[in-house]
């Protein structure tokens, strides 16, 4: 999903009031999903010392909710899957979307 370069450690706003996020906070941030699950007390708290960067236990709330979001659209089909170039070049045909779909269905976050 992300990558593991760390470009910035910088907690500025986006335009619709969100932090940024890098992409190594955000393999942080499934990590720590996995590790704090919703029976553990102080959840966002323990993700947000986990993520670094500044982040609020609020923040960590927040970009959750909006990883359910995306992860509801896609599964509800609103969000076409991207066509990836295979190794060869040519593009991944419809076997390997559906593969990608079927594996989608076991990120299941809460």
Known sequence: M???????CSSSRNNNGTS???PQQNKVFEKALAQFDKDTP????????????GKSPEEVKRHYELL???LRRIESGHVPLPN???????????AAL??????????KLH
Do not use: F, M, Q
């Open 20 to 22: 940024s996020w890098t």
């Open 42 to 53: 102080d959840r966002w708290h323990n993700i947000a010392i986990a993520v670094g960067g």
């Open 84 to 94: 990836y170039k295979s190794a060869a070049g040519s593009y991944a045909g419809p």
């Open 98 to 107: 559906d593969e990608e779909k079927r594996l989608l269905k076991y990120l």
């Open 68 to 70: 359910l979001e995306d």
């Open 2 to 8: 992300a990558s593991s370069s760390l470009t910035s």
